[in-house]
């Protein structure tokens, strides 16, 4: 008996400790949806030649536009605040929707971010100008692409297909609403951004530990 409860206190204690330190700054109890139902992608290809899909996976969607050595510092942001920390986890990605004719650009700066990072679940996926404007448009979001198709904000896309943010109103009753997670902003990646990861991480966590107690 004395096994199961220190089995089950060493089990429950990381989660706990996650969501305490994951409300910390958040300040709704679950992150909302800020878009539902969002498109999966198109059968693009990645640079391995392959198709990258959204559903059933943790995604950080980006749209790093025609310029992406020039722009190559939002990247490295995003790695080290976020992506780093979270790759590990069996259904996290990083998907960036980049035009064609770009890929070479992105060959190299992953080459560059690889000196750092283990990057196996960060792709580039390529589309028409067209095709990634319109999948921007059907996002429903008050931001812009700017001329290039960039928008230096990145997007959490959860297992479900809904983007999730800050909207309404949060634990102290104050409206709040918050789209995406400027990659400029090494403090928007390492204060918000990163407490919002965590919470859909611990949602996820919390997920599977009820779904294995179901089959037990």
């Given at each position: 008996?004395?096994?199961y409860i220190?089995?089950?206190?060493l089990?429950?204690?990381p989660?706990?400790?996650?969501?305490?330190?994951?409300?910390?700054?958040?300040?709704?109890?679950?992150?909302?949806?800020?878009?539902p139902?969002?498109?999966?992608?198109?059968?693009?290809?990645?640079?391995d030649?392959?198709?990258?899909?959204?559903?059933?996976?943790?995604?950080?969607?980006?749209?790093?536009?025609?310029?992406?050595?020039?722009?190559?510092?939002d990247?490295?942001n995003?790695?080290?605040?976020?992506?780093?920390?979270?790759?590990?986890?069996?259904?996290?990605?990083?998907?960036?929707?980049a035009?064609?004719g770009?890929?070479?650009?992105?060959?190299?700066?992953?080459?560059e971010?690889?000196?750092i990072?283990?990057l196996?679940?960060?792709?580039?996926?390529?589309?028409?100008?067209?095709e990634?404007?319109?999948?921007?448009?059907?996002?429903?979001?008050?931001?812009?692409l700017?001329?290039n198709?960039r928008t230096?904000?990145?997007?959490?896309?959860?297992?479900d297909?809904?983007?999730?943010?800050?909207k309404?109103?949060?634990?102290?009753?104050?409206?709040e609403?918050?789209e995406?997670?400027?990659?400029?902003?090494?403090?928007?990646?390492?204060?918000?951004?990163?407490?919002d990861?965590?919470?859909?991480?611990?949602?996820?966590?919390?997920?599977?530990?009820?779904?294995?107690?179901?089959?037990?």
């Amino acid at each position: 008996m004395k096994k199961y409860i220190v089995l089950t206190v060493l089990f429950a204690l990381p989660i706990c400790a996650y969501l305490f330190f994951a409300s910390g700054v958040n300040s709704f109890a679950k992150l909302p949806t800020v878009t539902p139902n969002i498109k999966e992608l198109s059968n693009w290809k990645s640079l391995d030649g392959d198709t990258v899909r959204l559903k059933d996976k943790i995604t950080i969607l980006g749209f790093p536009g025609s310029e992406i050595l020039i722009n190559k510092g939002d990247a490295f942001n995003l790695d080290q605040k976020i992506y780093n920390k979270n790759r590990e986890f069996a259904d996290f990605q990083v998907v960036m929707l980049a035009p064609e004719g770009t890929e070479d650009q992105a060959r190299q700066l992953k080459t560059e971010l690889s000196g750092i990072s283990d990057l196996k679940v960060w792709h580039y996926v390529f589309a028409k100008p067209e095709e990634i404007q319109a999948y921007y448009d059907a996002l429903k979001l008050v931001g812009k692409l700017d001329k290039n198709l960039r928008t230096p904000n990145v997007f959490i896309i959860d297992k479900d297909l809904n983007l999730r943010g800050r909207k309404g109103k949060n634990k102290k009753g104050e409206e709040e609403y918050k789209e995406g997670y400027n990659t400029i902003s090494a403090a928007d990646l390492h204060n918000e951004m990163s407490d919002d990861v965590k919470i859909i991480l611990a949602e996820y966590r919390l997920a599977l530990k009820k779904n294995n107690k179901r089959k037990i």
